[in-house]
């Protein structure tokens, strides 16, 4: 019985000192609801029995976080690429975005059916031409000519291999009759050939063939099933007089462009390195609105010019940029509207180091905390962020790797960690709050050191 008495008790001992250590460790939460204190006003200090030097916190009550919109998050250590800015702008990709169309014949314009801005898919009819050409009339003739000759060597020699099968007639003469077929073979396939390169479809060329002489000529959109173009530039007019080789009108293809970087000698390593390394560049396109336009993905560098410019001491260099587009329609027509046209003007920001944290006593690098620019605040030679803790927000030095337009590289040393609720913009206001909070003696926390 004493043995049980005594295992009871020791029992009941553990139990009890889990209990007290339990209610030690969380007496934060459960000792002001057993013994309430009146609130604290909205920017004044937190007090703490401990320490009497609480100038680096303020409280900021319901009201007053959500004048400022305050943002808060758990800041997270990410790698951060130091970038330089280099300005550059849109062009045309050579020898892809613009499409000339020409007139391969001489003749007279009777029929223009594009304009400007039309959307223009392949195949579609964009001219006639009233023909003024001599010898393409010459060559329908031949033609018709050729053609009907070679019909009557065909039923020659049709007759000529009934007669050798028959015994009535030697092959010799059954193979000259094959020799004339093919020689006006050949000259009709020459003529054929002559008049499709010269714009005729081919069923202008049967026409021509049969002796239906072609007089007008229609001259249509190039291009694959999947090509949208733009009517660019019209270069003639109703009723000219054209020349074969004469520039009649351009069409334009934007769906694939290049942006041009311009960039001083002394970048070209650091561009040549982005290349080898196939670095993302991000680009902002200047005074643009993105609307309903999806969000643009980073580019790469393609090639680097090998010419400086004797002007602006600057060469180019060139990134790919696959065009965005959607369909207007207006009045029963259809337009593609472009995001990108050649000349709009764009910012590149190229990274071309990493920033980590690097200690005396740790060579291995530390990725460091990203902020938003409106999440940091200088006061002198300081830099601090806020961190939150209910109501109240207390001031953290940092240190600052780096700063951009947008972007501030904190130091991933110990003065902010990854569970600290860090104020990501307001910054300079709740600096402000605190300022006025010390400049009237709040510092003392109602304390009367006179006594």
Do not use: C
């Not at 709009?344 to 980590?356: D, G, K, M």
């Amino acid at each position: 019985m004493n043995v049980r008495r005594s295992l009871t008790a020791f029992v009941l001992m553990v139990l009890l000192a889990g209990v007290g250590a339990v209610l030690f460790t969380t007496r934060d939460r459960w000792l002001p609801r057993l013994f309430p204190q009146a609130e604290p006003l909205a920017g004044t200090p937190v007090e703490d029995p401990h320490d009497h030097d609480h100038g680096d916190r303020v409280t900021l009550s319901a009201q007053a976080q959500a004048n400022l919109g305050l943002i808060v998050d758990l800041p997270e250590p990410s790698e951060y690429w130091r970038t330089i800015l280099i300005p550059g702008k849109i062009i045309d990709r050579p020898g892809e975005s613009d499409r000339v169309i020409t007139s391969r014949v001489a003749g007279i314009v009777s029929e223009i059916r594009a304009k400007p801005g039309d959307s223009i898919a392949p195949g579609q009819l964009l001219f006639s031409l009233q023909l003024t050409s001599e010898f393409l009339q010459s060559a329908q003739a031949d033609l018709v000519k050729s053609s009907r000759e070679l019909e009557f060597s065909i039923a020659r020699r049709d007759r000529v291999a009934t007669q050798v099968s028959q015994g009535t007639q030697s092959g010799t003469v059954l193979i000259e009759e094959e020799n004339q077929v093919k020689r006006f073979t050949t000259q009709v396939q020459s003529y054929r050939r002559q008049l499709s390169l010269f714009g005729f479809s081919s069923e202008q060329v049967d026409r021509a063939a049969k002796g239906d002489i072609v007089t007008e000529l229609s001259i249509s959109a190039p291009g694959t099933r999947n090509q949208v173009y733009e009517f660019q530039e019209l270069k003639v007019n109703l009723g000219d007089q054209v020349q074969a080789g004469q520039i009649l009108g351009v069409l334009a293809n934007h769906q694939k462009l290049y942006i041009e970087g311009r960039a001083f000698k002394s970048e070209a390593e650091l561009l040549a390195r982005a290349i080898e390394e196939q670095v993302d560049v991000n680009v902002e396109i200047v005074d643009e609105r993105s609307g309903n336009w999806k969000p643009q993905e980073p580019l790469k560098i393609r090639h680097l010019a090998n010419e400086v410019e004797t002007t602006s001491r600057t060469f180019g260099f060139y990134l790919p940029l696959d065009n965005q587009s959607r369909i207007l329609t207006q009045n029963g027509s259809q337009q593609f509207i472009w995001r990108y046209r050649p000349g709009q003007r764009v910012r590149l920001r190229i990274p071309v180091e990493s920033i980590a944290t690097r200690s005396a006593e740790n060579q291995t690098p530390t990725m460091p905390f990203v902020l938003p620019v409106a999440a940091v605040v200088r006061d002198g030679p300081e830099a601090y962020v806020f961190v939150q803790s209910g109501d109240v927000f207390i001031r953290k030095p940092v240190h600052i790797l780096h700063e951009s337009r947008t972007d501030v590289v904190v130091a991933n040393d110990g003065s902010i960690s990854e569970v600290d609720f860090v104020v990501r913009n307001q910054a300079a206001a709740i600096l402000r709050a605190l300022k006025a909070l010390q400049s009237e003696g709040g510092g003392h926390h109602g304390h009367d050191h006179d006594h």
